[in-house]
């Protein structure tokens, strides 16, 4: 999985069919250390993460073992909110004190 | 997924049978700042995409979860064909006020 | 899928026993403008594209939805032999004028 | 699989339901000659991998070939805690002698 | 596929239960030039190649499609040992001259 930062959403009205419901979030990738790395995702969202909020992606096939989503054309999901990352002992994020 | 947009088509008469009647989109995709990036697909497109549209393409195996293409090899779809996409509140593409 | 140009051949005697009788085609990819990529595939090709041809590749678990090769080791495959691209309206190849 | 050498642990509460109890490594990967890549995953561990330790982590569908793993959406795994790596008759890295 | 030269091995009594017995060989890839990349695979080897030589492999859920491997947590495998590989008529790697 990848670390990501949720910065917006995609909406569309024409497409498949079996994606009609699916919340389409964009994220941006995350590195080790904390910056923004310049790869994204636009990754389906049943979490209900906001703005703002590190999440944890899921890409490829695992993306569809989300229920509900195992026959939608979907290569990226988010799978989790992150409480907190650390790294050798130090803590690089924490929900509670970012927000 | 990937945001991309289309710029053109691919034709073949000798293919994997299977493919046949299946259109070809070449889409490039772009970054979350709206940017083009060095990297194209050919995208499998059943939405109804056309040439300077934004669209949602699917990699990898999730562009065989489309009705009719699971047993075609297709590595990459046309899944959704973009109205808005949004980032940090600001609207970086809206559909309507493109065409 | 990836356009490429086929520019060799690997042959192999001691394999897995499934891929015994796959043709490997060592194929460079092509970007958006036609220039050759630095990245190459050896592709299982059973479509009959010779050296110079402009081919479609898939790639990953799509390489195998191609007769016979469900259950062969191989993660590329050569699946079209193109005739045009065509980008914004320009014929970027054409197989007609190039042979 | 690639060689990745254990950083540290991203902890979450709201996550998929089939994610609780997975413990989640951030490992780095490291490249041919032992040295740090500037590439991350975060993996699902189940074989007990302790910071510091060089582990091997298999990606994509393959990270869940693990036993009960099938259905969860996970894209990466720790599959072993690497003992010796050894390149061209050169010990690259052997954990007897770094704890 | 991807070629790659055998460079060395990687060993482990701590891993997954499936993957005991498993030989695992560091694999450098090599680019269509003849020049090793700054790219490695840690794969599965069945059909035994030795220090030096140049392989194919697989990677991804292709990998798995070795008899015995389909549920193991494996994303990368030898698949074959290369004779010779042919680049526009020219021999980049021929085995037997090599040896």
């Given amino acids: 999985m990848q670390i990501a930062k949720v910065r917006g959403t995609v909406v569309s009205t024409q497409k498949e069919p079996t994606l009609t419901g699916i919340k389409f979030l964009l994220v941006q990738l995350i590195d080790e250390e904390g910056q923004p790395l310049p790869v994204y995702e636009v990754a389906a969202d049943r979490v209900g ?51």
Same sequence: chains 1, 2, 3, 4, 5.
């Avoid at 096939?61 to 988010?78: C, F, H, L, T």
């Fill in 49 to 99: 993460a906001g703005v703002g909020e590190w999440v944890l992606i899921s890409r490829g096939s695992g993306a569809r073992e989300v229920e509900g989503n195992a026959n939608r054309p979907i290569d990226a999901s988010v799978v989790a909110i992150i409480d907190t990352v650390t790294v050798e002992n130090q803590r690089l994020y924490d929900k509670g004190t970012q927000w």
